[in-house]
């Protein structure tokens, strides 16, 4: 069990950057995984509380409960065939290539995501903290179709807007709290500048190539096996020798503390031992 009481304060005036370094996980031979979580950045990746950028050729994960947060799949364009959805407010969603599932679980749901025979998922898996106001919320569910997603075409650049807005174009609005998720695709020697709300917080990570990012003119490079956090940043160049791919997650941190064990994440332990009798008793659904 991880116990959050503290968020640091940052100045909003200045911008605060780390780099983390992701931890490798495989489960089988049907899934690899690159794994950050909340408690290896000391609150800055707030309102995050873990980002799973993986690979899965085949079923890998029992149906299992969320509760407390959402559970945010963001499906990347060169997936093959689909990516069956699953959950216990009734919906069954073949994910195509390039789209994605948000499930605001609140109180509590059950989910269950698998590749169809034959298919590679390629994507990620990001839980975002809800706050206590909204933990107890009724769940409730929005997808949203690559086909759906406006794009940002420029000059050596492609930007899927799947949710939120940069530079004028909006996408998606989640079922929670605001969220931008760009999947950005540059070309070599490719550019593009991204300015997020004041006092967001952002999310850095690298999908394919080779990225620097300049934050308010402070180059970082991210590798393939880190991610950048910050909160504060007024904006955001990214740049690009070679080509690469980078997806940015953007949005206000929440500053509260929470108490998580795996899934759940709720206000306080008291909250988080109810969840988990309910889940116990079958009071979250199910989806067989």
């Known amino acids: 069990m991880t116990m959050q009481h503290t968020i640091r304060n940052h100045n909003p005036s200045a911008a605060v950057t780390a780099v983390q370094q992701g931890e490798k996980m495989t489960r089988g031979t049907g899934f690899e995984a690159l794994s950050f979580i909340h408690r290896q950045l000391d609150g800055l990746m707030d309102p995050l509380i873990m980002v799973d950028h993986f690979t899965m050729t085949a079923p890998t994960f029992a149906p299992h409960a969320h509760a407390g947060i959402s559970a945010v799949s963001v499906l990347f364009e060169d997936s093959t065939g689909s990516f069956r959805n699953r959950d216990s407010l009734g919906n069954d969603i073949a994910l195509a290539p390039g789209d994605l599932y948000w499930l605001k679980a609140a109180r509590g749901a059950v989910h269950d995501e698998a590749p169809t025979p034959g298919s590679r998922t390629h994507a990620l898996q990001i839980f975002v903290n809800l706050p206590a106001a909204q933990k107890l919320d009724a769940p409730t ?14 000059p050596g650049h492609r930007v899927r807007v799947m949710t939120g807005k940069s530079n004028g174009v909006i996408g998606a609005t989640p079922p929670a709290l605001p969220l931008t998720i760009l999947d950005i695709a540059l070309q070599a020697g490719g550019r593009f500048t991204h300015r997020p709300d004041p006092g967001d917080a952002t999310w850095l990570h690298l999908i394919r190539g080779e990225v ?69 008793a079958g009071e979250l659904g199910s989806v067989d």
């Open 212 to 280: 620097e990012v300049e934050i308010d003119g402070t180059r970082h490079r991210v590798s393939g096996d880190t991610a950048l956090a910050t909160h504060g940043g007024k904006e955001f160049r990214l740049l690009s020798d070679e080509g690469g791919q980078a997806v940015l997650l953007g949005g206000a941190p929440l500053r509260e503390p929470f108490v998580q064990k795996g899934p759940f994440a709720m206000r306080d332990a008291e909250q988080l031992e109810a969840v988990i009798a309910a889940h116990a």
């Open 141 to 154: 569910a929005r997808h949203v179709a690559a086909t759906e997603m406006p794009v940002i075409d420029g």
